[in-house]
């Protein structure tokens, strides 16, 4: 395997409590042991969930996702000869997963890294174990999905999934991990609020969308706090819950973070 998503990023208002709710719904696990009180990292054995302080500028939201390689030189050198206008910055090690940092053709920005890296944060000591919820998939919008979907094949060798019919979305996999691309178009948003390209939503697969439910129904009753965030409210918010469950096939059950990062389930 040349790649692999390895993490998502999402900034938030409270990210030591967003890390609880993933913690306590989805059962992923603190991982590393740097600036945990500052952007807390969990996971599920394979991908890291990295919930950064949202600071001033910049507004709390699925921010990026990461991809590990088996040889970065690989990529630049593929980056060089096919996509000159991709550029890439290298960053500093005291971010977890975090080697690199560089963007599609369309600005999409991902993190870069490959293993024994010396500017890697020791977060990746504690992958490698199995659970029952997982991660399942990452979701963007583009203007040109098929270009994106190329982009990521080529370089990072990502295999393309088949599509149902009439489904005009892309899927790509690094053999556990689906990287779906859906076309992004203004008129999509007719009736709500419009959302620029980019980073949509993530996916998990659980053991049972019954026990998650009965879960979150248990926990919220005690504390307010770890609610979902609200989704489907409101002519806008039908609007937008509507354009979620038509454009992306693979989940079952649609909810959002207590931020408003939207998470689709399916078992």
Request: charged share 20%.
């Given at each position: 395997m040349f790649a692999r998503i390895n993490h998502v990023a999402i900034l938030s208002e409270d990210n030591a409590?967003?890390?609880?709710?993933?913690?306590?719904?989805?059962?992923?696990?603190?991982?590393?042991?740097?600036?945990?009180?500052?952007?807390?990292?969990?996971?599920?054995?394979?991908?890291?969930?990295?919930?950064n302080p949202r600071l001033s500028g910049r507004p709390a939201r699925l921010d990026?996702?990461?991809?590990?390689?088996?040889?970065?030189?690989?990529?630049?050198?593929?980056?060089?000869?096919?996509?000159?206008?991709?550029?890439?910055?290298k960053r500093p090690g005291s971010r977890p997963f975090a080697s690199i940092s560089t963007h599609d053709p369309e600005g999409n920005v991902f993190d870069l890294t490959q293993q024994g890296m010396a500017n890697r944060d020791d977060v990746y000591a504690a992958e490698g174990w199995e659970q029952d919820r997982v991660i399942d998939h990452v979701a963007l919008r583009a203007r040109e999905p098929g270009r994106v979907a190329a982009f990521y094949s080529e370089v990072f060798e990502l295999a393309p999934l088949n599509r149902g019919p009439g489904d005009e979305n892309h899927y790509l996999s690094d053999g556990r991990v689906t990287l779906e691309i859906m076309p992004w178009r203004i008129g999509d948003y007719e009736g709500t609020g419009i959302s620029a390209p980019g980073l949509d939503h993530i996916g998990f697969r659980v053991e049972s969308i019954d026990a998650l439910k009965g879960d979150i129904e248990k926990v919220t009753v005690k504390n307010y706090r770890f609610r979902p965030g609200p989704l489907g409210a409101g002519k806008e918010g039908a609007a937008r819950l509507d354009l979620f469950r038509r454009s992306c096939p693979l989940g079952r059950h649609h909810m959002a973070d207590p931020d408003g990062v939207l998470i689709d389930v399916r078992e």
């Open positions: 409590a967003l890390a609880r709710f993933y913690e306590g719904f989805f059962h992923l696990r603190p991982t590393g042991t740097k600036g945990a009180t500052r952007a807390p990292t969990v996971g599920d054995g394979y991908v890291g969930l990295n919930i990026h996702f990461g991809i590990e390689v088996a040889e970065v030189e690989t990529v630049f050198a593929r980056l060089g000869r096919d996509y000159p206008a991709v550029q890439w910055l």
